[in-house]
């Protein structure tokens, strides 16, 4: 009988811009204090992509993903980039990166919105085509540039977020390691918890039957005050307790997949939005504080690229060892939630 194909991560890659914003320089941004921000969600800085695009992240990430993993651009067969803020709205982010990285023509590449469940996404979907055999060797990017959709004036949300990009290339292989089970949920009846419309005007769109100059004054006002900022915004109170619940549910259904406990799992490798979720999580689970990996205090919630640089980060470190179980999770805007239990 043969063994069966699994997906495991070959090679781990992260990047972070240059730029450091400090809580201290965000209290002179809006009306917050260090201890708030401290406190109540454990960030500390983030960084901010001033000259760098999402592509730009992608590339610098995916490119430590191939050396760490020993392969070239060449022997990629599928890319798929989880993000919400691409490079355009078409092509695709991937597309950007194929180019740029050199990977062969007619290798599918894609962009897959789950806000910051997008890498998760992005992984359960690349390894469904590893262990179908349609492809051997995928690059999974998760990327985000939220300074480009936050309110930087709305205390409520800009200190929460920062850029950055991780990567993995993810092989086949019919070894013991890899991906034992993985599960994508979403709720869209939730999707104004927390959302971004980030869109242009439409000339024909019902908002602007009457051109503004045809308008008196009042009406002008009254149509800029409808008109729906293309910012971020969140529930927060509510986004945290279905955070936690719904990561509680899909790590228990990944772990009961894998046909392991939570006793078993060496490292918790939860998405970084804020230090009071991911710690109910782990109380909820019963895990040990070393089995956690956390560095939001440094970075804060960077969307789709948080769990990719805390993996790059952890297996840098040393926290990860061959034949360790590892469990991924992470929830975000859609509403979308997803959880990876894998052998490392
Ligand atoms: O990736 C997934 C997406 N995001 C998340 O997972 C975030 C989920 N939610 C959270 O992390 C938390 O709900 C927040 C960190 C956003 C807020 O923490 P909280 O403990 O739920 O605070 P709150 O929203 O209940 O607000 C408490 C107070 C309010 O003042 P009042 O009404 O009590 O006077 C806010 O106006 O804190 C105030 N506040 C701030 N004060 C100083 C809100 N933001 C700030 C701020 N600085 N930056």
Same mark, same amino acid.
């Given at each position: ?244 619940? =719904?990561?509680?549910? #899909? /790590?228990?259904? %990944? *772990?009961?997949? !894998? ?9 918790? +490798? ?31 919630? =960077?969307?789709?690229? #948080? /769990?990719?640089? %805390? *993996?790059?980060? !952890? ?9 360790? +179980? ?19």
């Amino acid at each position: 009988m043969g063994q069966t194909l699994r997906a495991k991560i070959a090679g781990t890659g992260s990047y972070v811009p240059e730029k450091v914003l400090t809580n201290k320089e965000l209290e002179s941004m809006v009306d917050t204090t260090d201890e708030w921000i401290t406190t109540r969600t454990g960030i500390r800085e983030r960084r901010i992509a001033v000259s760098e695009s999402s592509t730009d992240m992608a590339v610098h990430a995916a490119e430590r993903a191939l050396k760490s993993a020993g392969v070239s651009a060449a022997d990629i067969e599928l890319v798929v980039v989880g993000t919400v803020t691409p490079e355009m709205t078409f092509p695709s982010t991937a597309c950007f990166v194929q180019s740029r990285l050199g990977i062969k023509s007619g290798v599918p590449a894609f962009d897959l919105s789950a806000a910051c469940s997008g890498f998760l996404y992005a992984l359960d979907v690349a390894e469904k085509y590893i262990v179908s055999g349609i492809v051997k060797r995928a690059l999974v990017i998760g990327v985000d540039r939220f300074s480009e959709i936050i309110d930087w004036t709305d205390r409520s949300t800009c200190v929460l977020f920062g850029d950055g990009a991780g990567a993995v290339v993810l092989s086949g292989t019919k070894g013991k390691s890899g991906i034992m089970a993985s599960n994508i949920h979403s709720d869209g009846r939730k999707w104004d918890m927390l959302y971004a419309p980030g869109k242009g005007r439409c000339p024909f769109g019902k908002e602007n039957a009457k051109k503004d100059s045809d308008k008196t004054e009042s009406a002008k006002k009254e149509s800029a005050e409808k008109e729906t900022p293309p910012y971020l915004a969140m529930s927060g109170n509510e986004t945290f307790k279905v955070a936690v619940r =719904t990561m509680v549910a #899909s /790590i228990k259904e %990944a *772990l009961k997949a !894998a046909k392991v406990s939570a006793d078993d799992v060496k490292l918790l +490798i939860p998405h970084q939005a804020n230090q009071r979720i991911i710690e109910a999580t782990r109380q909820r689970l019963k895990l040990p504080k070393e089995r956690l990996f956390m560095n939001l205090d440094k970075y804060g919630n =960077t969307s789709a690229g #948080s /769990i990719p640089i %805390a *993996l790059d980060e !952890a297996y840098r470190q040393g926290r990860i060892k061959r034949g360790d +179980i590892i469990l991924f999770v992470a929830f975000g805007g859609g509403l979308t939630w997803s959880s990876a239990a894998l052998r490392w």
